[in-house]
């Protein structure tokens, strides 16, 4: 079966942690390659953001990643929209030109669902779509609304209109069922995945030796620079930590700006801003940190947070959306409620002065994380493909 996968300004090739890649670039990557390895045959077309580029690259056996002209190399993803036509006629070039015939299309994030819609009734062809975030669970988490409102209609359109949509928890299907009225019965909750062989626990004084971290008691914040991931909530935590704990903070992502409010808090021997990382190199880190911290106002899932899990690391995240099905309170780590940064003081606190909870938390998480494999991830969607295509 031969499918597009339409992922507008979430090219795979990103770099995790940079403004606009995140787990979703991951999520694409790693779902078309388990799909191939099934003899799937899958295009992914995004967005040209580079200049030299290839138009067209095999980025797996079975799948090719598609460049498409549209707008400025350095158009920033609030511009997109305006250049939706261009990556539409695109991509119907593409599709015309080499002959090819698509069986189903699978759209990611809003930009792209729009594009899947448009191109599912020119090919008369099924849509699924996974939204990742959507504008009006966003605005109301964060309790401020910046997101335009053209946005919101065309997500709640593709919500109305496509075939199928794939949610990653039971959180995300009641929100999809309650504030856009979604059929439930086009619903398919289909948790993401983590790659249990890259991802799992490790010598935590090798980790530290090979990453030139001393012995310090070590938290972990990953994310990309996004006022919903949160990352003021754990700075702030940290005036709260009680003495005589003494910790490190590692800072993952490109979080640039943070300096100053940083140096205000003085913090600046707390907290080491390490920037982007290869996504290989991830499984080291969290097998260097004691926690993992994930203080975000939402999350449709949080691959984060897995990843820590499936590296046996105990996880204190903010008690909201997808994390509540990931993180096990008083199992695998804890939840906080309202990003209370007094809360997530005390329960970093709890966690690096008690090991022994530590580790049966860490231990727990590893058991977790395995019921999250991306080839099972990979057959239930291939199955809600299979019941799509007639």
Known sequence: MRIAFISVHGCPEFQPGTKDAGG????????????AKSGYQIDIFTRRHESEEAAVSNIDDNVRLVHIDAGPVDASKEELHDYESEFLAGVDNFQKEDEIRYKLIHSHYWLSGSVGELLASRWQVPHVTTFHTMADIKSRAMGVNDESLSRDAIERKIASEVDCIIASTSDEQRLLMSLYHVDPGKIRVIPIGVDLEMFQPGNKKDARSRLGLGDIDT??????PDAIKGLEIVLQALTYVSPPTILKLLVIGDNLGYEGFIEDLDLSGMVELIGTRDHQLMPLYYQASDVCIVPSYYESFSMVALEAMACGVPVIASKVGGLQTVVQDGRT??????????????????LLRDRSLRTLFGYQSRQVAEDFGWEGMALAVAETYRELVH
């Open 219 to 224: 938290v972990l914040f990953v994310g990309r």
């Open 24 to 35: 979703m670039n991951l999520y694409v990557l790693k779902l078309t390659s388990e799909l």
């Open 333 to 350: 780590g804890f939840l906080v409620s309202n990003q209370s940064s007094r809360e997530f003081a005390i329960k970093v606190d709890t």
